[in-house]
């Protein structure tokens, strides 16, 4: 995908830039590209390993969950041919799992009894139990990295519906990884990247557009003129018809009048038939030149007529390999629009989880100020509740010190008296 984009970018702005100025009969200028990496990197991550310690322990968590899900996933199955696995078990594994299978026995032979309290308590302790047991058996794969791998082989087993989620959560790994590989500035340069493909997709399709309606207006003109040049082969031919017809039916007009005239008239028909003979060598030479003078005419239209002919050839064969050109460069750029539509779709998509993401950490960034504002509110109030406190019990000290005082005072009074 990326070496195709980047043939895409390649391809020379001179070009486009050349037929659209034939076309639309005004010039463009081309505008230079504003991003500087190679095409062949632009939809690569600027990294190819993780870095950072999170980044790292984030991808082994996925890894792990899917690791498990697979073994999961697989349990009813290993459970169900426990003698052909036996070998490769081992016999703790093998202990583990007919404890699960027989604790899942017995909780199916008690689903009748549903509803009451004793019941709901007695399957919240059945699936404590579950959990406890599938923890137990991923901990002892996890000890015996033969017999897992053994057990994750039988992926032929596996319910569509696990293997869907596995599925999805390899792409969902692959996507965090390439997001985790990728920067900030790099995604900005994606984006731009691709409305620069748009930009020139948009481009493409003017300047096609332009070539198909040239085409149609030369493919027009052609038969315009080929039209032309048959309407005047059938004149001439016509015209040469009619010049033979005429020459004929002249010649048998004048034999006729000759045989009436020398019927009537032997004497002066003797006379005048050299004459008319004379006449007739005369028309017979008249035709001859005529039909010498038509066949030159003949032979030129026809070799005029075979120049045209193979200029037509000619222009179809051109018109068939610029056609052909067309075609190819046609089909390549609308596979490359192909190709970069679905990854357009594919970015919206990554682009449209993102922006859900960045809003649930907005809204837990808000609720966190209003936590902490909350908080402190409390704390002043509390701090005025307390200053208020003290000062109500310091005046109550300050008055329970006056009045021992002022009974002090009294009493001295007395005694002097």
């Known amino acids: 995908m990326a070496t195709k984009v ?15 100025k034939s076309l639309v009969g005004h010039s463009q200028t081309p505008k230079k590209s504003a991003i500087k990496t190679s095409p062949l990197k632009l939809l690569d991550p600027g990294r190819s390993k993780l870095t950072t310690v999170e980044t790292k322990r984030i991808i082994s968590v996925l890894d792990e969950a899917i690791f498990k899900i697979e073994l999961i996933s697989l349990i009813s199955h290993v459970t169900e041919f426990l003698d052909v696995l036996s070998t490769i078990l081992g016999s703790e594994l093998m202990g583990t799992l ?26 919240q302790l059945h699936q404590q139990a579950v959990k406890s047991s599938i923890r137990n058996i991923l901990r002892l794969f996890q000890a015996d990295p033969l017999a897992s791998q053994a057990v994750r082989d039988e992926a032929y087993a596996r319910d569509l519906s696990f293997e869907m989620f596995i599925k999805g959560l390899s792409v969902f790994q692959g996507f965090l990884l390439e997001k985790l590989l990728t920067s900030p500035l790099e995604e900005q340069e994606k984006v731009q990247f691709m409305e620069e493909i748009s930009l020139r997709d948009k481009k493409n399709t003017e300047t096609i557009t332009a070539l198909e309606a040239e085409l149609a207006t030369a493919i027009q003109s052609q038969d315009n003129e080929i039209m032309k040049m048959n309407a005047a082969i059938r004149d001439l031919k016509s015209h040469l018809l009619h010049l033979e017809k005429s020459s004929e039916s002249h010649i048998q ?18 006379a005048k038939c050299a004459k008319i003979q004379q006449d007739i060598h005369q028309l017979r030479a008249q035709l001859n030149v005529l039909i010498i003078d038509n066949r030159d005419s003949e032979l030129a239209l026809r070799k005029k007529k075979y120049k045209v002919e193979m200029e037509i050839e000619n222009w179809i064969q051109k018109y068939d390999a610029d056609m052909g050109e067309k075609q190819t460069e046609f089909e390549e750029v609308d596979a490359v629009y192909t ?27 808000r609720r966190s100020q209003e936590k902490k504002e909350r ?23 300050v008055r329970s010190l006056l009045k021992s005082k002022r009974k002090k005072k009294g009493k001295g009074k007395k005694s002097k008296k």
Request: glycine share 6%.
């Open 6 to 20: 980047a043939t895409m970018l390649q391809l020379p702005y001179e070009a486009t830039d050349s037929s659209s």
């Open 375 to 397: 908080a402190e509110r409390e704390l002043a109030i509390m701090v005025r509740a307390a200053t208020h406190i003290q000062a109500f019990w310091k005046g109550y000290l």
């Open 339 to 365: 190709e970069e539509k679905a990854q357009l779709a594919e970015l919206k998509e990554k682009y449209a989880v993102l922006e859900q993401e960045y809003s649930q950490i907005k809204e837990e960034r």
């Open 98 to 123: 007919k404890e699960h299978e027989e604790g899942l026995k017995q909780e199916d032979g008690r689903g009748d009894l549903v509803g009451t309290e004793e019941q709901i308590h007695h399957l």
């Open 253 to 270: 007009r004048t034999k006729q009048e000759a045989e009436k005239l020398q019927k009537g008239e032997l004497r002066v028909s003797q």
